[in-house]
């Protein structure tokens, strides 16, 4: 089955600098990989997904870029800010219309500090 | 729309016994999706039902069941519970549009088994 890994575990920024969080995934037939955000005590969140006809995806300070070959995509957070800090799940799943099982990596928690 | 809801938010139970876990699905979605959180796996897909018939299935053991109703309503149920059982049980709903298939989570309930 799908097997999807998350780095860092941890990560820690200053306000208004970048973030990163990389994920690789196994099965390559795979073709949607959806971005949660969880905070403490919250349902997850979905904060931006791609579909694997698409390379790069934008939104505002939010990007998720894929590199199929590789079988990697990376979230990236521009400006961050306190209210980024949480933990950030990576996602993949087989969309057929036959079903969405996501299989999700281990997290990363974020803290953007002051 | 109002989100997806679950009940109870919060459950203890002792080892042995059985518990019953309920979603009410965002209208017009059909498909019911349960994740089991923990913090040494992570979040991990138990199954997903669509118009009433299981469609998909994680790696659970036969303790973990559930079903769906005819309006997408859906229960899990967990028998003879162990130590281990006790997490933050998860439901995702989600519609399929377009070749687009997003979950949306709810607040899950939380299971202590003792």
């Known amino acids: 089955g799908e097997n999807v890994e998350q780095h860092p575990s941890t990560l820690s920024v200053q306000e208004g600098d970048s973030a990163v969080i990389k994920c690789t995934y196994s099965d390559s037939a795979s073709n949607y990989f959806p971005w949660y955000k969880q905070e403490l005590g919250k349902r997850p969140q979905l904060i931006i997904d791609?579909?694997?006809?698409?390379g790069e995806k934008k939104d505002q300070r939010i990007a998720v870029t894929l590199n199929k070959t590789a079988k990697h995509f990376s979230l990236h957070i521009t400006e961050t800010q306190p209210e980024d800090s949480a933990v950030y799940f990576c996602?993949?799943?087989?969309?057929?219309?036959?079903?969405?099982?996501?299989?999700f990596g281990t997290g990363t928690q974020l803290k953007v500090e002051l | 729309k109002a989100g997806v809801t679950q009940t109870p938010r919060y459950l203890i139970k002792t080892r042995g016994q059985q518990v019953t876990l309920s979603c009410s699905p965002i209208s017009g979605h059909r498909s019911v999706s349960w994740y089991q959180q923990t913090p040494g796996q992570g979040l991990q897909f138990l199954f997903e039902y669509f118009s009433e018939t299981q469609r998909n299935k994680g790696n659970f053991p036969g303790r973990f069941s559930g079903r769906q109703f005819s309006n997408s309503r859906s229960e899990m149920n967990v028998s003879t519970l162990e130590l281990g059982d006790s997490a933050l049980y998860l439901c995702a709903s989600s519609s399929w549009r377009g070749s687009q298939e997003t979950q949306y989570f709810g607040p899950g309930t939380r299971l202590l088994v003792l």
């Open positions: 996602a993949a799943s087989i969309l057929t219309g036959g079903g969405n099982k996501l299989t």
């Open positions: 791609i579909r694997s006809n698409v």
